[in-house]
């Protein structure tokens, strides 16, 4: 039985929850998460200790006890990425596999600042979107016939802070991290991007509340396809992230994480000045 360490800003949040029996199962049993600790309680729901106990994990005292005891890492917080680089610190000085949950971190320096603790100690680090692994998507990402979207159009629902990585992420894994402008084209109540890529290649991202994840594709050749995410994408992503722990090796390439945060960082900024096209760094 190799032991994963739970690290979250606070423990009784959904990623928690449900990803212990996933990646038991994923690994037919051959993992477990066994350690967790929690910065702080709960603003609503269990307090830390009230959320191991029902769980059957074992609430440590510090980050440094679930690093030391652990044969894996996962720093959690999902919906707290700004407390990432606090989180995270000790688990990227490990030198064993850590997976950092969405958002990997708040802006461009610090998903830099991040990797570049993880690579000078020899971390293997891993972090992606679930949707990233939608099988709609991936039927996509796998073709093999030479055309090449020229468009792309995606949707979906959520608010931008903790959702907007759900589209962004498919998108840069589709149409590559060297996206160069983004313009806010939306409103208030739904967040709206247009990404230019060097070549001209468009992508749009649209947030409306109650829709599903869906791609249209244009292509160069003229023919278009539309995609939704309807298949669970989660079991596939639960099956990579074991898939990493055993190896060591992150099937999501470093640029393409920097390049959705840093899409995410342009993203707000261009919301404040709607319509007007801010330049994205090399």
Same mark, same amino acid.
């Given at each position: 039985?190799?032991?994963?360490?739970?690290?979250?800003?606070?423990?009784?949040?959904?990623?928690?929850?449900?990803?212990?029996?996933?990646?038991?199962?994923?690994?037919?049993?051959?993992?477990?998460?066994?350690?967790?600790?929690?910065?702080?309680?709960? #603003?609503?729901?269990? &307090? *830390?200790?009230?959320?191991?106990?029902?769980?059957? =994990?074992?609430? !440590?005292?510090?980050?440094? %006890?679930?690093?030391?005891?652990?044969?894996?890492?996962?720093?959690?917080?999902?919906?707290?990425?700004?407390?990432?680089?606090?989180?995270?610190?000790l688990p990227l000085r490990s030198g064993k596999p850590t997976f950092v949950d969405k958002t990997f971190a708040p802006?461009?320096?610090?998903?830099?600042?991040?990797?570049?603790?993880a690579r000078a100690h020899g971390t293997p680090v891993f972090s992606s979107s679930a949707l990233r692994y939608a099988?709609?998507?991936?039927?996509?990402?796998?073709?093999?016939?030479?055309?090449?979207?020229?468009?792309?159009?995606?949707?979906? #629902?959520?608010?931008? &802070? *903790?959702?907007?990585?759900?589209?962004?992420?498919? =998108?840069?894994? !589709?149409?590559?991290?060297? %996206?160069?402008?983004?313009?806010?084209?939306?409103?208030?109540?739904?967040?709206?991007?247009?990404?230019?890529?060097?070549?001209?290649?468009?992508?749009?991202?649209?947030?409306?509340?109650?829709?599903?994840?869906?791609?249209?594709?244009?292509?160069?050749?003229?023919?278009?396809?539309?995609?939704?995410?309807?298949?669970?994408?989660?079991?596939?992503?639960?099956?990579?992230?074991?898939?990493?722990?055993?190896?060591?090796?992150?099937?999501?390439?470093?640029?393409?994480?920097?390049?959705?945060?840093?899409?995410?960082?342009?993203?707000?900024?261009?919301?404040?000045?709607?319509?007007?096209?801010?330049?994205?760094?090399?």
């Amino acid at each position: 039985m190799r032991t994963i360490g739970f690290i979250d800003f606070y423990l009784d949040e959904w990623h928690a929850r449900h990803l212990p029996e996933w990646i038991e199962k994923a690994s037919d049993g051959e993992m477990k998460v066994a350690y967790a600790y929690g910065l702080t309680d709960a #603003p609503q729901g269990l &307090g *830390n200790a009230q959320w191991c106990e029902e769980m059957g =994990i074992e609430l !440590l005292d510090s980050i440094e %006890a679930v690093v030391e005891r652990s044969d894996y890492i996962a720093v959690l917080s999902p919906d707290h990425p700004e407390m990432h680089e606090r989180l995270a610190d000790l688990p990227l000085r490990s030198g064993k596999p850590t997976f950092v949950d969405k958002t990997f971190a708040p802006d461009r320096a610090a998903a830099v600042r991040l990797f570049d603790l993880a690579r000078a100690h020899g971390t293997p680090v891993f972090s992606s979107s679930a949707l990233r692994y939608a099988p709609e998507y991936a039927a996509e990402l796998e073709r093999s016939d030479g055309r090449r979207i020229e468009t792309l159009c995606s949707q979906g #629902p959520g608010l931008f &802070g *903790n959702y907007a990585i759900h589209q962004l992420e498919p =998108i840069v894994a !589709l149409m590559g991290a060297d %996206a160069r402008r983004i313009m806010f084209i939306g409103s208030d109540r739904t967040p709206a991007l247009l990404i230019e890529y060097p070549d001209g290649r468009k992508a749009t991202m649209h947030m409306l509340q109650d829709s599903p994840f869906h791609i249209a594709f244009q292509y160069g050749e003229g023919s278009s396809a539309l995609a939704t995410a309807e298949a669970d994408f989660f079991a596939p992503f639960v099956r990579d992230l074991v898939r990493f722990y055993r190896t060591g090796v992150s099937s999501v390439d470093t640029a393409e994480t920097v390049a959705v945060i840093q899409l995410i960082e342009y993203g707000r900024q261009a919301a404040e000045r709607p319509f007007e096209w801010l330049e994205l760094p090399e």
